[in-house]
């Protein structure tokens, strides 16, 4: 049960060497948030900022969000989903592999806060955390334990890849994987007719704003410009049209697929808690069962819908 | 104007009685479902935190159909062009926050001011009586009244109820609350001491005031050029989240949806976070990065609102953005730095 005082220590040590050596330019990591059950991302520049930088069960930002295109050299902290996130950057050529250094910090899951306030509903105040088991809430008169395992996000609650394997360096002991996702409701999901799913997907998103805040805090979704944001030609409208916001949704996880890395960075962004990744969860299903991939495990991979072979199984494409 | 009470045993009669030839509406829902909602009178209840979003869209919803049009030019009537001005039935907010209210009437004066008027707008909001419930228990992301505002803040706000140990207690603040409340047989009492102390209890409990008040004083230009945007900017998404739960955000985006015969012009929210916003015809964009697009929000909260509307500012410490932006931009830390501005030497 590794202190989180430790990892923080570990964190600011490494980032400090980094940038005393100049083997990074800027650390990315995590700070302190001005909110209970928060922390936001920061960028130390100089080993005093570096004591800025903490280790905590709310760190859901995926950092590798901040990579693409970024010139200099740059050092992440980042879980094991942030590190297959910032690995895709690499194979998608968003930024070379020898500008990126990877602080791996092996991880128990990140806290859902909405899981939090389900079981406890009193405005909280105040939290403290010291271990990655278990938090407590403070408010007006009261004070309530909670074991994270109870309230971990439902990415956290199935992520196998916990441990950043791909890290230049861990600054925790390993830990083991959860039970993966058996994509069992997706599965029933996907065996119901055709209206069936429309209407599953239309209620699904019946509450989305189209603030983009689920495309934004995506590491994949570096587009310069998506294409709901085209104007010549405009292919999307902009109004809260049912139909326009299922085509956002469905392009979003279509355009993800096979490089979504269960970050969840998309679901703690929805501001109207929108199962955002119900789509992704689709898509991974079936890149997983036609090509047996993962994405984010290797350097030298490929996306398969970006990739060709002569000996594809798929008829379409010969 | 003065003030009025309703004892507890009488309140069902008070909530059939605003009902009466109107819309009711109330907080319904808990955490994010939480909304102004049509409301049955026996449903209305005092026991709700904050609406999960602000209440513009009652006046300004996020997608607003202006008007529609279709061809018929191989007739004699050729284009036809029909408004689509819908100002609602008459309503009654019964249960709004004080800081939500202040949010609508610093968007009121966007809306409604001696220079335009925006019918879509003015229809929704003169058929609306606003009824505020004072915050007696203000949330821990909530300052109200570091901005300027109250837990017992009447701006924008017909009438301000608050709760007592038997029933509510009301100040009638317009001509129309006063009417709405004689018509539901309150009873006047005088009321102000009472209000004065539960309203110094409530600004109490938001702690201690940060000092934002050097932003009104340093120029605009120094508050502008001051360095410190880059790193306030640089964890931004520039998603729209602070922008569409923000109660006084108020741009919007113009579009005609055509089809082959016809189509309709609508209003949607904008939000200056996108690159999108700013963006010429030309392809010049005059916010090119998010530094751009970041210090304009906060400049135009705590800036420019307020040198429009008579020092006002244009945040009312709702607290929304701040607990919903997903890498925790908070303005108050932001407002602080801005206080923080080293004004050009004279």
Redesign the interface.
Known sequence: MPQLSEITGKIRESAKKLLTSGQADVVIGYRQGTVPMATAPFFARTPEDCDQLVWSNFARVNLANYLSGRPGKVALVAKGCDARSAVGQVTENQILKDNLYLIGVPCTGMIDNNLVVAKEPRPISEVTETTDEAITVKGNGFSTDIKKEDVLRRNCKTCVNRTPKLANELVGPEVNGAAADDYADIKALLGKSLEERMAYFKDLIKDCLRCYACRNACPLCYCPICFVDETRPQWLGKSTDAMDTMTFHLLRGLHCAGRCTSCGACETACPVNIKVREFNRIMELTVQSNWQYEPGMSWDQKPPLTMFQTDDTADFIK | MSEYIIKQSALADFFKSLANGRRLLSPQG???KCKLEETAPEKVSLDF?NT?MSPKSLLFP??ERLMAFHNEHDKPNGYVFQSALDSGEPTVVFGIRPCDARGLSIANKVFQNDRFTDPYWKGKFDRTVFIGLACD?P???CFCAAMGGSPFGESGLDVLAFRQTDGLGFKALTDKGTELLKAAGATEADLAGEIKSLEAKAIESQGVKPNYQPIDNLDLMDLFKDPHWE?TA??C?????CT??CPTCHCF?I?D?NSERGGVR?R?WD?CM???FT?HGTGHNPRPTKTERVRQRFMHKLKYIPLKQDGVRGCTGCGRC???C?????I??VALKMAQTAPTPA
Request: with cysteine.
């Open positions: 808990v955490g994010d935190t999960h996020q997608t228990a949330l821990p992301q790193a640089e964890n998404l520039n998603c729209g989240v569409f739960f985006d579009q949806e609508m949607n939000t996108s690159w999108l963006v701040v607990v919903m997903p890498v925790n931009i908070d108050r830390s």
